[in-house]
Nanobody, 113 residues
Framework: VQLVESGGGLVQPGGSLRLSCVAS????????MNWYRQAPGKERELVAQ????????QYADSVKGRFTISRDNAKNTVYLQMNSLKPEDTGVYYC???????WGQGAQVTVSS
């Protein structure tokens, strides 16, 4: 099982970024996918979740209305579109498959002026 995130970077407050996570080594379309983040000095927290066919999504209260999770099962990829970014969104973002206990290496997102 391999998860590879990309798309992180430095962005000003109010800006946007899109994270991607390409999965391999398992049947991607059979699993719910998650995005977590970990801010400096804080616990890792669940940011967004999407079910196998993408019919159901849920979000942390802190990102509702700003972040959108989506997936393309033909490309084995899950995305996190992040808009109206705030400094408190800074952290390392991880792709996760809970049922397999699998994590990506993380993508750094820094929101700063």
């Amino acid at each position: 099982v391999q998860l590879v995130e990309s798309g992180g970077g430095l962005v000003q407050p109010g800006g946007s970024l899109r994270l991607s996570c390409v999965a391999s080594g398992f049947t991607f379309s059979s699993y719910t996918m998650n995005w977590y983040r970990q801010a400096p000095g804080k616990e890792r927290e669940l940011v967004a979740q999407i079910t196998r066919a993408g019919a159901f999504t849920q979000y942390a209260d802190s990102v509702k209305g700003r972040f959108t999770i989506s997936r393309d099962n033909a490309k084995n990829t899950v995305y996190l579109q992040m808009n109206s970014l705030k400094p408190e969104d800074t952290g390392v973002y991880y792709c996760n498959v809970a049922r397999l206990g699998a994590w990506g290496q993380g993508a750094q997102v820094t929101v700063s002026s």
